[in-house]
């Protein structure tokens, strides 16, 4: 097939779901209750939404469909919560995307304790790969696999395997995530102060690069008179010394594009606010429909059209992924089978009497290369009922 049939056009999403996105913002400025409103706002079905909750930030307020993921392990054994959400979780929504999906946007809460849960589960695997009592971080598997791995590297390589499954599926995802201030050091010598991810580099590889909308919830500070209006200039005492007020005013914003101070906003779409939007599921919401209007100008189907459109492809898709991971998960199965089989014999009696047949059923005398599950299951069967010659 020529490279030019790949050639192809591409429609811009236009569901919520359609779309990775990041809601960030620090502790207690209402990332959770903008998952909470804006889905039930956008969603009539609750059961399209569901949220993965790595840390107990849901307990305030009444969530119709969530994991509690984080009681999967305390921090003690907090690798099991990373155990839980990819041996159950995802092959759960990646089999249901298949046989009957439910879900269609996820949330994920938060991301920071995502990435907690994942780094405890590979430094406990790399310790046992490595034979090592303990791995306390992931700069010390460098050290552990005499400079072989790098830790941050196997991390990302972990995290991606779930994510792109959930993906593949045909799942949207938001994140919520933390932020902190950084002081950044330019290679001239001046410092400023921003807003930035609480989450290393590896994390923000992983969830910042993949949201095409990103939003920052920040407290935004009006400084007040004692007759509550609002002041440029520090107001100064007798002595014409400048002074605070006693007066102040805090408001929680969304943020959608970078500014002087706030680095992590912004996304894939041109048509987004460039001043701060008052903090409101209803807002939000028209910050994305927005977004995604001024980015179909050639197109001349409506948005209805196109979210049935994109529904189907979506799920096209997502029955073929479904398919051909059922297949590898049968091929690895049975091949697990045959491994089982092969200690009744020794390697002579394999060469003489497995390897031949196993030739003629797969084609290949190295079963593990085959992804016939039709003919590895003839080879588990001869070989569970084979018996040597008396």
Not at 22 to 43: D, N
Not at 289 to 310: C, H, N, P, Y
Not at 327 to 339: D, G, P, R, T
Request: charge should be negative; include cysteine.
């Amino acid at each position: 097939m020529s490279w030019r049939n790949k050639v192809t056009t591409n429609t811009p999403k236009v569901e919520l779901h359609s779309i990775d996105s990041l809601v960030v913002g620090s502790y207690k400025t209402g990332k959770t209750r903008l998952w909470k409103e804006a889905t039930e706002l956008h969603y009539a079905n609750p059961d399209d939404v569901l949220l993965l909750a790595f840390e107990a930030g849901y307990e305030t307020w009444e969530i119709d469909n969530m994991i509690p993921i984080h009681k999967e392990g305390s921090d003690e054994e907090l690798w099991k919560v990373w155990e839980f959400f990819k041996k159950q979780v995802v092959p759960g929504l990646v089999k249901e995307a298949n046989e009957g999906r439910v879900t269609k946007l996820l949330g994920i809460d938060t991301a920071d304790r995502c990435i907690d849960a994942a780094t405890a589960w590979v430094l406990r695997d790399r310790a046992k790969k490595y034979g090592v009592p303990n791995i306390v971080s992931l700069q010390a598997i460098n050290e552990a696999s005499d400079k072989k791995e790098n830790g941050y590297t196997a991390l990302a390589e972990e995290m991606a395997k779930p994510f792109d499954a959930l993906k593949n599926a045909g799942y949207g995802k938001m994140s919520l995530a933390w932020t902190k201030e950084k002081e950044t050091t330019l290679y001239n010598g001046l410092k400023y102060n921003s807003i930035e991810l609480m989450m290393h580099a590896t994390g923000r590889k992983i969830f910042e690069s993949q949201a095409s909308l990103i939003a920052c919830l920040f407290n935004e500070v009006s400084v007040l008179d004692k007759t509550g209006a609002e002041v440029s200039d520090n107001i100064k005492d007798k002595k014409n010394r400048e002074k605070g007020t006693n007066f102040h005013e805090t408001r929680t914003v969304m943020v959608f594009r970078p500014t002087e101070y706030i680095s992590i906003a912004g996304g894939r779409y041109t048509d987004l606010p460039t001043d701060p939007v008052e903090y409101s599921a209803e807002n939000f919401l028209k910050v994305f429909e927005t977004a995604v209007k001024g980015q179909l100008r050639k197109t001349t189907k409506s948005i209805d059209d196109l979210k049935v459109e994109q529904a189907q492809e979506r799920d096209e898709q997502a029955k073929e992924y479904a398919e051909q991971e059922e297949a590898k998960a049968s091929v690895e199965e049975l091949i697990a089978q045959i491994n089982n089989q092969k200690i009744r014999f020794t390697d002579n009696q394999l060469t003489d009497y497995i390897v031949p047949e196993f030739k003629k059923i797969l084609g290949m005398a190295n079963y593990n290369k085959s992804v016939d599950v039709e003919a590895l299951g003839k080879a588990v069967d001869f070989i569970t009922k084979f018996q040597l010659p008396a």
